[in-house]
């Protein structure tokens, strides 16, 4: 038995099974692993587990006396009936395991950055992770999710994080689905119709309020971008900038953070949003932001950078955004759609600039080129623009 | 999908047979937005109900926010399958089930 310290707890195994032949002897062994190690709170690890008798239970019940903050985790389902059946759960903090779910000869429908998509069945697919480290992620993305879900915002459903191999992975629904850029790609002429569609989902979101504390707030975010760039714009700039992020009305509606085209999709005639992770609270100008750099900035040097991210033609992309942005205010006062542009211009080049730089942006030759292109146009918007909100 | 109703004054009882998916969940969608005017206890039968999508899951959304400014709405026979999507999903904390 072996215990290892995880944040100054400590983490101690329990396998097999116990019982009351063992009991005694794994007791003694338990409490000289405890006391080797200096602890502010201790955690059975049950993985292992296979079953424990009325003998094993009292050893937890003495062990809680000791260890106030004692914590089980990872019970398999037949450990968490015992507990449950004799009361334990309700006395002690029980974390269930996850259920395990092999991807062996399921197809495989989808690889990104992070990881892949297997389909398990009919109905349901698996985003399978790289790495074991994105577990916190991969339960905040769920956790966000279904709340918008339950919000009534369309998205699939998340159903339960689950172990695959050495990783984890997240179930959702699986969707039958084409994406506005795909869509938009295959049929420019419908632009409008899109852009249409795009907006109402938007627009819904922009007014679905949500519990405090249920999403971050955005605005706490864009004044760390803005409070970073301290120490790299020219002060009296740095202070506005800092001034008008700090002045944006507080919020408490939903915003996703990175509403482009590939995250909104079309399954029959439904248009559903994917990619929960960016989701949280805010004014819609920080909405704004995020998609003027999606279909604008992130090309504006290199049109290409356009056309392999949205798979779009640049000149479709900025077409798109201004499209979007008119009918989002509903306007087409050409003056009114561009200063509500400037405003997330202000915003978006900050944190495209902050990006740059600790992506190590001063080191390349590209990297330059764009922060001096969020330099040169915060220096012209920041004397233009006086107040964010719209 | 099948789609069942009895009415009975300003009852309504409807009963789902089969998947309400994403090609079925616009049918009960309509029928409710027809059928829901002055009824002000709404049953939803889920006996037969094989599976439930995230599409269906809406549809159950809105007709529970019409009814809570008309009257109720409550969901009863949920098996295990649907119960189960229901209470990953927070579905359970918003309908009334019986």
Not at chain 1, 30 to 58: C, F, N, T, W
Not at chain 1, 148 to 156: D, M, N, S
Not at chain 1, 325 to 346: F, H, N, Q, S, W
Not at chain 2, 7 to 25: C, E, K, P, Y
Request: net charge negative; hydrophobic share 40%; aromatic share 6%.
């Amino acid at each position: 038995m072996n215990g290892i310290m995880v944040d100054n707890q400590l983490k101690i195994d329990l396998s097999g099974h116990i019982d009351s032949s063992n009991a005694p002897a794994t007791e003694t062994e338990l409490m000289a692993v405890r006391e080797s190690q200096p602890h502010e709170g201790l955690i059975l690890d049950l993985k292992d587990l296979a079953y424990i008798s009325s003998a094993g239970l009292r050893i937890v019940l003495r062990l809680r006396k000791l260890e106030p903050a004692l914590k089980l985790i990872n019970v398999s389902a037949e450990v968490y009936e015992i507990l449950d059946m004799t009361g334990f759960t309700e006395m002690i903090p029980v974390e269930k395991a996850y259920r395990t779910l092999s991807v062996e000869g399921c197809e495989i429908i989808g690889r990104g950055a992070n990881g892949a998509v297997y389909r398990i069945d009919q109905d349901t697919v698996v985003k399978v992770y790289h790495s074991a480290d994105c577990l916190p992620d991969v339960q905040r993305e769920r956790e966000l999710a279904r709340k918008a879900f339950v919000l009534g915002i369309p998205t699939a459903i998340p159903y339960d994080v689950v172990r695959v191999g050495e990783s984890y992975g997240s179930v959702f629904e699986l969707l039958n689905s084409k994406s506005f850029s795909k869509l938009i790609a295959a049929q420019p002429e419908q632009i409008d119709y899109y852009v249409g569609l795009y907006v109402d989902l938007m627009q819904k979101m922009h007014t679905t309020h949500v519990k405090p504390g249920d999403m971050p707030e955005m605005k706490a975010v864009a004044l760390d971008w803005a409070e970073f760039l301290r120490d790299y714009l020219p002060a009296h700039q740095a202070e506005k900038l800092v001034a008008l992020v700090k002045a944006v009305p507080d919020r408490d509606t939903m915003l996703h953070g990175d509403y482009h085209t590939n995250n909104i999709v079309m399954q029959n005639d439904e248009v559903l949003i994917i990619d929960m992770d960016t989701l949280c609270v805010g004014h819609p100008i920080f909405e704004l932001a995020s998609m003027y750099l999606g279909f604008v900035a992130f090309g504006e040097l290199d049109p290409d950078v356009t056309q392999s991210f949205l798979k779009l033609p640049y000149e479709t992309a900025c077409l798109f955004w201004r499209k979007a942005l008119a009918r989002y205010l509903g306007t087409t006062d050409e003056a009114r759609v561009r200063e509500v542009e400037e405003k997330a211009m202000v915003i978006g080049y900050a944190r495209l600039m902050r990006r740059t730089i600790r992506r190590n942006g001063k080191n390349t030759e590209e990297g330059r080129a764009c922060i001096a292109l969020c330099e040169q146009r915060l220096s012209q918007l920041l004397v233009r623009v006086d107040d964010l909100s719209f | 999908m099948t789609i069942t109703k009895e009415q009975n004054g300003s009852s309504l009882t409807v009963n789902l047979q089969g998947r309400l998916d994403t090609t079925t969940a616009p049918d009960l969608d309509a029928e409710l937005k027809e059928d829901l005017a002055g009824i002000q206890a709404l049953t939803l039968d889920l006996k037969e109900l094989e599976y439930i999508s995230s599409a269906g899951l809406r549809v159950l959304l809105s007709a529970q926010k019409v009814m809570n400014k008309q009257g109720s709405m409550v969901v009863r026979n949920v098996n295990q399958t649907v119960m189960e999507v229901f209470e990953i999903t927070g579905f359970s904390d918003i309908l009334t089930i019986a």
